[in-house]
Each structure stands twice: as structure tokens, then as C-alpha cells.
């Protein structure tokens, strides 16, 4: 399958290196990009064709991923419009519904949804995918061998249930880092230095991680399995417990889901026709 993604940033750049990884030749992936330094450092990185023309860029493409930021989807997909005939075309640009895609793309349907998050530039991300029942199994598969390349995918059935994969994994990767600076600061202020304390926050975390994946039980048990009556544990839990933490995760989570679907609208919007 003939690859070409328009938009060269960190994503693209990501799923092009993981793709190289599974198997996939140079000469089967392209991209479309407008800067010329970073069509220079993808031929020189990847040694994949840099173009910066979209109509020449796409046109041996069985398949086009776009990779460009959502302002600027617009306008790309009504360039990409009289090119997309015969082709899938992926999106991974965060917050554009199919809906309005497929409108900009002059009724092309042939599309399916991306959301990934950024542990995909170290090639450990999960990626939400929604695909209209007008795409056929052969595409599903495509797009999800795609995204693939740098982790793992999760299918759902509502395009609406990307508004909560944004704020569960995409949006995620904030709240572990969040959690990882106060950790990281707690163990200052207990008179580590920096480097220790980045070393002891981070093992700790991805310890746990592997821990609950690898055990298969759920957060929950695996909690209460560390935490002895009595115990420090049991002491930092309850302070936990007392600032009402968890509930506020969910509503920060809650938040972002929300805000999700407020984009949706915003960016679904046509400027030159002042409705979407």
C-alpha cells in the first residue's frame, strides 16, 4: 500500500518511523509539506519522497494521511478534493468530524477518524478509530495497520466516543506528567536533589504501570494490596481521599471531553459560508 502523508510534523514523522520499523519500504510512503527545511529532514531522516505540491505528492497514493493541524484542514481538503477519488484518506487531526471532512473533500467518504496521543512519538501510544459503515473491512484494516505502527489502536462505534478518547489518552498524557511534577516535587522537598528525584518519580510510575499491566488485575485490588492499615500508605491515601483527588480527575477528564465537542463545533465551522 502506497502511503502519502500531507503535513510533515511530529506525528506524521512518528507513524512514518514506526511504520519503517514494521516493514514498510521508503519508497512506499511519501509526504506533502510546504516548509523546506522540514522536507529536507524528512528525506534525509526517513529517505522518503518530500514534495511540496499536494496534486503530485498524492498521486500514485492509495492511501493519504492527514497530518496537518486542524485550522488548516479546511483548506487542505478542498485541495485534496479533486485527488482523493479511489483513495482512503485518514485523519488524525484532532477535533474534525467526518461529517465536515467529507463535506470539505466534496463528498468523499472514504474516510476514517484517527485519535492518537503523543507516547506515539516514542512509538507507545493508543489511537481511538471510528470509521462510517460505508468504509469497508479492507480500509478498516488499513488504517488501523497504520496507526499501528506506533502502538495501540481502540475501535469505537460512535464518532462521538472520540470526544472521550481525547479526554481519557489524548489529552491522558498531561495528567500523568502532572502527576509526575508533584511527585517529582515532593520528593525535593524531602531533600532529594533534581536528578533523584526525577529518577525516583518516574521508576516509581512506570514500575506501577507495568505492574498493573502485567498482573492483569484491576487498580483497585492492586491499590489495596499496598496499603497496610496503619501504614504510610494508608496515611498519603487518606490525605488523597480528604482534597477529593480522584473526583476531581474525573471532572478535569469530564472537562476535557466537553471541550472536545466544543471544538468539534468550532472547527467544523466554514468561515466563507458562516455555518457547518
Known amino acids: 500500500m ?18 519503517l520499523k514494521k516493514g514498510w519500504r521508503p519508497e512506499e510512503l511519501s509526504v506533502v509539506e510546504i516548509d523546506d527545511r522540514a522536507r529536507e529532514r524528512l528525506s ?7 514534495h511540496a505540491q499536494l496534486d503530485s505528492g498524492v498521486a500514485a497514493a492509495e492511501c493519504i494521511v492527514l497530518a496537518v493541524k486542524p485550522q488548516q484542514l479546511p483548506q487542505v481538503a478542498r485541495e485534496l478534493a479533486p ?9 488524525i487531526a484532532a477535533g474534525i468530524r467526518l461529517g465536515d471532512l467529507t463535506r470539505w473533500l466534496n463528498g468523499h467518504a472514504r474516510v476514517v477518524r484517527a485519535m492518537p496521543n503523543t507516547p506515539a512519538l516514542v512509538l507507545a501510544g493508543i489511537t481511538g478509530l471510528y470509521a462510517p459503515a460505508a468504509v469497508n473491512e ?12 506506533a502502538g495501540e489502536t481502540l475501535w469505537v462505534e460512535r464518532e462521538e466516543a472520540l470526544d ?7 489529552s491522558g498524557p498531561a495528567y500523568v506528567f502532572y502527576f509526575l511534577e508533584a511527585l517529582q516535587r515532593a520528593a525535593t522537598e524531602l531533600g532529594f536533589d533534581a ?13 506501577a504501570v507495568k505492574l498493573a499491566e502485567e498482573s492483569g488485575e484491576e487498580p483497585a485490588v492492586l491499590r489495596a494490596r499496598v496499603t497496610s492499615k ?20 474525573v471532572h478535569a477528564v469530564r472537562a476535557a471531553a466537553e471541550r472536545s465537542r466544543e471544538l468539534g463545533d468550532e472547527l467544523g465551522r466554514d468561515p466563507d459560508l458562516g455555518s457547518g
Open 44 to 50: 534525509r531522516e526517513f529517505h522518503v519522497q518530500a
Open 2 to 19: 502506497l502511503i502519502s502523508f500531507i503535513g510533515g510534523g511530529n506525528m506524521a514523522s512518528a507513524l512514518i518511523g514506526g511504520l
Open 164 to 170: 472521550g478518547i481525547t479526554a481519557v489518552s489524548g
Open 83 to 91: 485527488h482523493a477519488r479511489g483513495k482512503l484518506v485518514l485523519s
Open 138 to 149: 479492507a480500509d478498516r484494516k488499513s488504517a488501523e495497520q497504520i496507526m499501528r505502527a
Open 195 to 207: 536528578a533523584a528525584a526525577r529518577r525516583l518519580a518516574l521508576r516509581t510510575f512506570s514500575g
Open 230 to 249: 496503619g501504614g504510610t500508605t494508608e496515611s498519603a491515601l487518606r490525605e488523597l481521599e480528604a482534597s477529593a483527588v480522584s473526583s476531581a480527575i
